[in-house]
């Protein structure tokens, strides 16, 4: 086996059912219920018009200013898939653009990141396909590889093995295990409908922060030169 030139199989994947189910959840109540300890890094921003992602992830590692490996990804793409490349957050050529996210859209994938750059960036601005990148450059990429597909990656810490769950919106890209989905789900839905119920408080006057604030900072041993 050629260690860093390989296509290894996908022996897993979060199901479409399972990651539609997260659609409506934001990604920062996720992120709270995994303890706040898994993300994707904030280089890793939005391009496109706004929307969530919500998909199983088909991982690529590639050599920096290079994409071979990434129109074979995109051949073995299948509905309901992300593509997450990493190019090592390298900046210097584009990785994908307008044709072969066109393409990806058609072999039913619901979204693309990029530890890298692209280019088409007014074009994929302007539609609501999510893609999440390092940065733009309108200089191409060459294709002569090496690089691998659905082999573990790691974003800014965090850990992306073929077939867990990518999840994004404005804030930004996160993974969830494949064998976690289930219990963030439940914990990310109850902050959800949890932080429903204190905005509403908030926006009727009824939720005082107050008394929480105040405890924190007595325990804390702050001290109040305000007060008499």
């Given at each position: 086996m050629t260690i860093g030139f390989r296509i290894l199989p996908r022996t897993r994947k979060v199901d479409t059912a399972t990651a539609e189910r997260f659609r409506d959840i934001p990604v920062a109540n996720c992120s709270d219920a995994m303890s706040r300890m898994f993300a994707g890094g904030p280089v890793l921003r939005p391009m496109h018009a706004g929307g969530a992602m919500a998909g199983a992830a088909l991982t690529v590692r590639t050599r920096p200013g290079d994409n071979l490996m990434l129109h074979k990804a995109l051949l073995m793409a299948e509905p309901g898939d992300v593509i997450v490349v990493d190019a090592e957050g390298d900046l210097t050529n584009s990785l994908i653009g307008e044709m072969m996210i066109s393409y990806a859209i058609q072999k039913g994938a619901v979204g693309v990141v990029v530890?890298?750059?692209?280019?088409?960036?007014?074009?994929?601005?302007?539609?609501?396909?999510?893609?999440?990148?390092?940065?733009?450059?309108?200089?191409?990429?060459?294709?002569?590889?090496?690089?691998?597909?659905?082999?573990?990656?790691?974003?800014?810490?965090?850990?992306?093995?073929?077939?867990?769950?990518?999840?994004?919106?404005?804030?930004?890209?996160?993974?969830?295990?494949?064998?976690?989905?289930?219990?963030?789900?439940?914990?990310?839905?109850?902050?959800?409908?949890?932080?429903?119920?204190?905005?509403?408080?908030?926006?009727?006057?009824?939720?005082?922060?107050?008394?929480?604030?105040?405890?924190?900072?007595?325990?804390?041993?702050?001290?109040?030169?305000?007060?008499?």
């Amino acid at each position: 086996m050629t260690i860093g030139f390989r296509i290894l199989p996908r022996t897993r994947k979060v199901d479409t059912a399972t990651a539609e189910r997260f659609r409506d959840i934001p990604v920062a109540n996720c992120s709270d219920a995994m303890s706040r300890m898994f993300a994707g890094g904030p280089v890793l921003r939005p391009m496109h018009a706004g929307g969530a992602m919500a998909g199983a992830a088909l991982t690529v590692r590639t050599r920096p200013g290079d994409n071979l490996m990434l129109h074979k990804a995109l051949l073995m793409a299948e509905p309901g898939d992300v593509i997450v490349v990493d190019a090592e957050g390298d900046l210097t050529n584009s990785l994908i653009g307008e044709m072969m996210i066109s393409y990806a859209i058609q072999k039913g994938a619901v979204g693309v990141v990029v530890n890298g750059a692209v280019r088409d960036s007014g074009w994929i601005r302007a539609n609501a396909f999510p893609v999440f990148a390092a940065g733009v450059n309108h200089r191409g990429p060459y294709k002569d590889g090496p690089g691998e597909i659905n082999v573990p990656l790691a974003l800014g810490g965090m850990v992306i093995n073929p077939g867990d769950l990518l999840l994004g919106d404005d804030d930004g890209v996160l993974c969830v295990p494949y064998e976690q989905t289930e219990a963030v789900y439940k914990a990310a839905k109850a902050k959800s409908e949890a932080e429903a119920k204190a905005l509403a408080e908030t926006l009727a006057g009824r939720l005082d922060p107050k008394t929480w604030v105040e405890e924190s900072l007595k325990r804390l041993g702050c001290e109040d030169l305000t007060k008499g």
